[in-house]
């Protein structure tokens, strides 16, 4: 592995990150360390790009090709539960998505390339707050990112909690579902409890749209498309002894092709309309897209594999993997770029194992040194 000597490093910078996270657009301390680091590896460092994002270049030979590495830097709203040397300080804050790990292994890779690199060409790394709330990707593409800066195509890591460690996977085309936000509110005839023929509850209307919200994906999609309809609350205006005139339902869809989404809205809008109209009231609906699919093509896809392939073995890369239904902002700078989104396995066993989000999951060490030498090899083999 290209990054064996840094192994040592790597771990002290990741359990520095992990133990300080810092949530959304408010990576300040993160983004000072990073943008530290990366000026002592001697790369051109540009900061506050999209409010806290970081990109550092390095550019070897005179060719004119280019590629961008592309890591998130924040944590989420989670106490942490493990009870390890370098758990969070930080209260009701946490890195359970591993976020410190992907920050850690680009910087492994750039430290590696800036000392012993042998390519042709410039190489980003893209440092980037706010992937939780799904907003960064798109704030630095916004403040120029590809603009200001000549990036050909761009690659980005997640590790996945219940693949085997070390093991890749990835596949041409759609490797993560959008993420639509929905919102239904009701607007009925409360009362008394007691006499309920006297209005129309909209505990009662609520309850049959919630239902039938889940035929949207057994009844009106392709079984050959993909699709979630979650229901995540359901909140009134009613108590003890008074039915609510008032509610709203709201909750989370995702899809892994434009046709899915668009079955899922209209059919969502036509389910609510109809129960409402049958029961002589008024409501709205939204429905915003919060996310796209993270879309992969095809040439980048086989080059990072290959890779892969030539660093783990054959038999640990899967180039064809099924789609997760999960969302990822990396997916709106694959909207403007050519790139692939790869998944490396964190491990099946104990807190690697959890799944992300989990107040008791940990990024696995056993990565950094993987990872960054994937980061460095890819590199190496596209400027060439």
Same mark, same amino acid.
């Given at each position: 592995m290209l990054t064996k000597d840094l192994e040592n490093e790597l771990k002290l910078w990741r359990h520095e990150f992990h133990a300080n996270p810092e949530l959304n657009f408010d990576v300040n301390e993160t983004a000072a360390k990073v943008t530290e680091l990366l000026k002592s590896f001697g790369l051109e460092v540009h900061t506050g790009i999209g409010g806290t994002g970081i990109v550092g270049i390095l550019k070897k030979g005179s060719g004119s090709k280019s590629i961008g590495i592309r890591a998130d830097m924040d944590a989420?709203?989670?106490?942490?539960?493990?009870?390890?040397?370098?758990?969070?300080?930080?209260?009701?804050?946490?890195?359970?998505?591993?976020?410190d790990g992907h920050t850690t292994m680009a910087l492994g890779a750039a430290k590696h390339l800036a000392e012993s690199g042998n390519f042709n060409g410039t190489a980003y790394f893209i440092f980037q707050p706010d992937e939780e709330a799904t907003e960064g990707a798109q704030a630095m593409i916004d403040d120029g990112l590809f603009k200001k800066f000549n990036i050909d195509e761009v690659y980005a890591f997640h590790n996945l909690p219940g693949l085997t460690t070390g093991n890749f996977a990835s596949r041409v085309g759609a490797i993560t579902g959008s993420e639509s936000l929905f919102?239904?509110?009701?607007?009925?005839?409360?009362?008394?409890?007691?006499?309920?023929?006297?209005?129309?509850? !909209? =505990?009662?209307?609520? /309850? %049959?749209?919630?239902? #039938?919200?889940?035929?949207?994906?057994?009844?009106?999609?392709?079984?050959?498309?993909?699709?979630v309809v979650s229901v995540t609350e359901f909140t009134s205006n009613g108590m003890k002894n008074v039915l609510p005139g008032e509610s709203v339902i709201s909750g989370d869809t995702r899809a892994l092709s434009l046709e899915a989404n668009k079955i899922i809205e209209d059919s969502m809008r036509q389910i609510v309309k109809g129960i409402a109209d049958a029961h002589g009231i008024d409501f709205s609906f939204s429905y915003d897209v919060q996310t796209n699919? !993270? =879309?992969?093509?095809? /040439? %980048?896809?086989?080059? #990072?594999?290959?890779?892969?392939?030539?660093?783990?073995?054959?038999?640990?890369?899967?180039?064809?993997?099924?789609?997760?239904?999960?969302?990822?902002?990396?997916?709106?700078?694959?909207a403007v770029k050519p790139g692939c989104y790869i998944l490396i396995g964190n491990g099946t066993e104990g807190c690697h194992g959890r799944s992300l989000h989990s107040a008791d999951y940990d990024f696995n060490d056993e990565l950094l040194v993987i990872g960054s030498s994937f980061w460095s090899e890819l590199v190496t083999k596209q400027l060439s």
């Open positions: 989420l709203p989670i106490t942490e539960l493990n009870d390890f040397s370098y758990k969070s300080k930080n209260q009701g804050k946490m890195h359970a998505c591993g976020h919102e239904i509110k009701l607007h009925g005839r409360g009362g008394h409890s007691a006499l309920p023929h006297m209005g129309v509850d !909209t =505990i009662t209307v609520g /309850t %049959q749209i919630i239902t #039938a919200l889940q035929s949207i994906v057994s009844r009106k999609i392709n079984p050959a498309l993909n699709g699919m !993270t =879309i992969n093509t095809s /040439t %980048q896809v086989h080059a #990072a594999m290959d890779v892969a392939k030539n660093l783990v073995g054959a038999e640990l890369v899967d180039g064809d993997c099924e789609p997760k239904l999960f969302s990822e902002d990396f997916a709106q700078m694959l």
